[in-house]
């Protein structure tokens, strides 16, 4: 038995698919798209049930990732019953999308979720005329308490039904359904998104291209247009008929506030400083205590087993980069998911993508991909991969480019373990400045060059609400999960083949190699080009083997402050590290990964060589 | 048979065989009107009596001259009250659609020519494969938007207007935005504008943040 929850973004599916399952979720990525399908199983009166959580969509005649992925579940008929859940405060707009599933005539069954919300606007909702208008069973809930969630499950194996609501079409639209099927034999549901324009089938494209060209000609509007709005309007009927609007409470609109520019904007800086210095200060505290405790009772006693050579080399690079793994993984980029997935359960990063729409038409993208710019502070690896927001291609490239630049919670590691440590404070924070200024130049130029066409922004403000802890906690789980599974096998593969590059003595190969650039250029040791080889590897490695090369960790005993700190800008910038090249190749394909290292080394080199000849 | 009746059939079967550029056998009827074959079938004998369709030995339907002369009639009174309607007086397309098949019945000659005669009059002349293309999705064919005044977008209005939408000019945004219910005739209301900027719609309860090229392709009126 399987069951599939289908919704609007927001609608509080995940809350509800997380009280179903419990914490034992599965991610799988759907063939051939990188949109996840999060699922779960559960056992209810002895039998097997799986449950899987659709992407949240708007429509499903659309060509984005979420919308064809849906489509395609719900033509194979993916699940033996759908759960479709709504916004009981936005009954209507949720409605539109249940008159296009029904084209499809799975069994449903029909949640009202947050019906305390719709209680509190005085929303009075007359479940019976609903479920005789829809002709499914309707189920009121609120996750949030967690009100009824318990019937879903009886309800949908027990009384989902077949859905028969049909959509009263404009009557051209209808004809020419009933004709194509009529000629063609193919279902109502193909001839409707034939008639858009979208499908596979040529000849039905083509047939279906021709009528809708009559119709559009005799209604002066797109048959897109024209089939949006008879749903539209079957779904404030159907809504009109089953809500009534009580006594309303008064509560204080918070938005009067987050959303003007003052105090919004400065409620903004403030949210996104609080959540990094938390971060830092969290995850350096983290940090240390897990590095000693591995050293300690793993590491120390590794090498006390005094294995052959070779082996224990190898032995100790995988102990290394698991050390690293969990080392940076935990502490910093699980403290920031936290931190992310908190702000994003309240509804603000919404807000912040409003508020930042101005500023970043500046730089030639829009208020939406203020989200993966923001992951991007705990790790670029997720922040890639958000990317998928961005509608066009153009703005992915920018995007790309920019977030591989913005410095990651790694490179807040060597920021702050080199500078902030021996040179200062003020210093440290002079380099975040100066990437920040880069960004904004790169950005300036890539806007100009880069081909393509803008989109621009339309997103829906989700409704504040309070986070809950246990959606926060599985959500960045979720998160960590998904990041050491591409993180941690890299990181283990690099570090072998680095510690077998030791083991055979090729560093002072290699150093040698690189003195005109690190020694003449750069005005750093020798031994800093193997640091930042590492560097590439993941970033705060850059610092821990400056620091075991030097043979001291007071790295300001043996390098000047001018060197410490052109050491940190390089490796700050010099190319994003293995695990971000990798997920750039897979999201934007070889050339732009390639573009966006070389890039990033030239830049990285350039800033370095000038603060070298400025200081010098 | 009523004249109402009449008229209908003689508009689809015309309506028919301009669309397929041939004549439609009965099972089409049935399924344009949505009534069972036999009714169909009988309804067609009062009509071939009273001289408006001859019926082919495929049984496909033909008209008359004068069963085609009534259709014509009809087709144009209907398009002519649809864009009335819907263009003019802003009703949404599909209520304008069934309103005209009414109204076509009873509308005098007269009165739909001079419409007729009214609506050229205002419209931009010409309705070419091009202007199509360029207004397809707007379903606008400038009714009221000539060079002397071009119509109003989200951007020309202020934070707490109630507005309706026209229309929505721009191609790629279009789809994203039906979906939230950005259609002509709906009432929307400018929650928080940005100076020049992004600007907060709210739309069927839900607030939607757009940006300032996406507002712009968002023709709007006051809503009176």
Same mark, same amino acid.
């Given at each position: 038995m399987k069951i599939a929850l289908l919704g609007?973004? /927001?609608?509080g599916k995940s809350l509800i698919f997380n009280q179903l399952t419990g914490l034992g979720i599965e991610v799988n990525r759907y063939p051939g798209s990188s949109v996840c399908l999060e699922c779960g199983n559960v056992c209810y009166k002895k039998e097997k049930i799986e449950i899987v959580d659709l992407p949240g969509i708007? #429509? @499903?005649? /659309? #060509? #984005?990732e979420e919308e064809l992925l849906v489509r395609k579940f719900l033509e194979q008929g993916g699940a033996d019953v759908i759960v479709a859940i709504f916004d009981a405060t936005k009954l209507e707009r949720s409605l539109y999308l249940f008159t296009q599933v029904a084209e499809f005539s799975p069994r449903i069954i029909a949640v009202l979720n947050m019906i305390d919300e719709a209680e509190q606007q005085g929303l009075i909702i007359d479940v019976d005329t609903l479920s005789t208008r829809l002709g499914v069973p309707v189920l009121l809930t609120a996750a949030s308490e967690g =009100? %009824?969630? %318990?019937?879903i499950l009886p309800l949908a194996l027990g009384s989902s039904r077949v859905v028969s609501l049909e959509v009263p079409y404009d009557h051209h639209i209808e004809a020419a359904l009933k004709s194509l099927e009529k000629t063609l034999g193919t279902p109502r549901y193909k001839n409707l998104l034939a008639l858009q324009g979208t499908g596979e089938d040529h000849m039905l494209l083509d047939s279906a291209g021709a009528v809708a060209h009559e119709i559009e000609l005799r209604h002066r509007m797109s048959v897109r247009q024209i089939i949006a709005t008879n749903r539209h309007n079957l779904s404030r009927n159907i809504a009109a008929s089953a809500v009534r609007q009580g006594d309303r409470k008064k509560t204080y609109d918070l938005d009067s506030l987050l959303t003007r520019v003052f105090p919004g904007v400065p409620i903004l800086c403030a949210i996104l400083f609080f959540l990094l210095l938390s971060v830092f200060v969290i995850g350096s505290w983290m940090q240390e205590i897990i590095v000693q405790t591995f050293t300690t009772y793993i590491i120390v006693p590794f090498v006390a087993l005094e294995l052959p050579p070779l082996l224990e080399r190898i032995g100790f690079s995988v102990l290394v980069a698991l050390e690293a793994g969990l080392g940076i993984a935990f502490p910093f980029i699980f403290t920031f998911y936290v931190g992310l997935s908190l702000i994003e359960d309240t509804g603000y990063m919404t807000r912040a993508a409003f508020l930042a729409d101005r500023a970043m038409h500046r730089l030639g993208l829009h208020g939406e991909a203020i989200i993966p710019m923001v992951i991007g502070f705990g790790c670029t690896v997720p922040a890639v991969m958000s @990317? =998928?927001? @961005? $509608?066009?291609r153009r703005e992915k490239t920018i995007a790309a480019f920019l977030i591989s630049m913005v410095p990651c919670s790694a490179r807040t590691v060597v920021i702050a373990g080199i500078v902030a440590a021996f040179v200062g404070i003020a210093w440290a924070f002079s380099i975040y400045l100066i990437v920040f200024v880069l960004i904004i130049f790169t950005a300036i130029l890539l806007s100009r060059i880069t081909p393509g066409e803008q989109f621009g922004m339309i997103v829906e403000m989700s409704v504040l609400r309070r986070p809950q802890a246990r959606l926060v906690l599985a959500k960045s789980w979720l998160r960590i999960k998904e990041f050491l599974f591409i993180a941690m096998p890299l990181l283990i593969i690099v570090s072998i083949l680095l510690g077998l590059f030791q083991f055979y003595g090729l560093t002072d190969l290699f150093e040698q190699l690189l003195a005109p650039i690190t020694v003449t250029l750069l005005g750093l040791p020798e031994y800093a080009s193997t640091a930042l080889l590492f560097g590439i590897f993941r970033k705060e490695l850059a610092f821990e083997t400056l620091a075991v090369l030097a043979g001291t960790a007071d790295l300001g005993s043996v390098m000047t402050a001018a060197q410490l700190y052109t050491f940190a800008i390089v490796s700050v910038l010099f190319v994003p590290c293995i695990s971000t090249i990798a997920v750039l190749y897979r999201q934007l394909g070889a050339r732009i990964a390639i573009l966006i290292s070389v890039y990033s080394v030239f830049l990285g080199l350039l800033i370095g060589a000038i603060i070298n000849m400025l200081i010098s | 048979m009523q004249p109402s009746l009449r008229e209908d059939y003689l508009e689809a079967i015309q309506h028919f065989t301009m669309t397929n550029g041939h004549s439609p056998l009965p099972q089409d009827l049935a399924a344009v009107f949505g009534k069972p074959e036999s009714e169909i079938r009988s309804e067609l004998d009062d009509l071939r009596l009273s001289g408006d369709i001859t019926i082919a030995a495929d049984t496909a339907i033909i008209l008359t001259k004068a069963g085609r002369s009534v259709g014509e009639c009809v087709i144009k009174k209907h398009e002519t009250l649809q864009f009335f309607l819907s263009e003019i007086l802003g009703m949404d397309s599909s209520t304008a659609s069934s309103e005209a098949c009414t109204l076509e019945h009873s509308v005098s000659d007269e009165t739909v020519d001079r419409l007729g005669n009214y609506l050229k009059k205002t419209r931009m002349s010409g309705d070419t494969i091009a202007d199509r293309q360029k207004t397809a999705v707007c379903g606008? !064919? /400038? !009714?009221?938007?000539?060079e002397s005044c071009t119509p109003s977008s989200l951007l020309d209005f202020n934070e707490g207007d109630e507005l309706v939408v026209r229309c929505i000019l721009g191609q790629s945004s279009a789809k994203r935005l039906l979906d939230l219910g950005v259609v002509p005739g709906e009432k929307v209301t400018i929650?928080? $504008?940005?100076g020049k900027d992004a600007l907060v719609l709210q739309v069927k309860g839900c607030d939607v943040a757009l940006s300032p090229e996406i507002a712009a392709t968002v023709s709007v009126e006051r809503y009176s």
């Open positions: 609007n973004p /927001g609608a708007y #429509s @499903l005649d /659309g #060509s #984005s =009100r %009824d969630i %318990d019937r @990317l =998928r927001i @961005l $509608k066009t | 606008y !064919t /400038g !009714t009221i938007c000539d929650r928080r $504008k940005q």
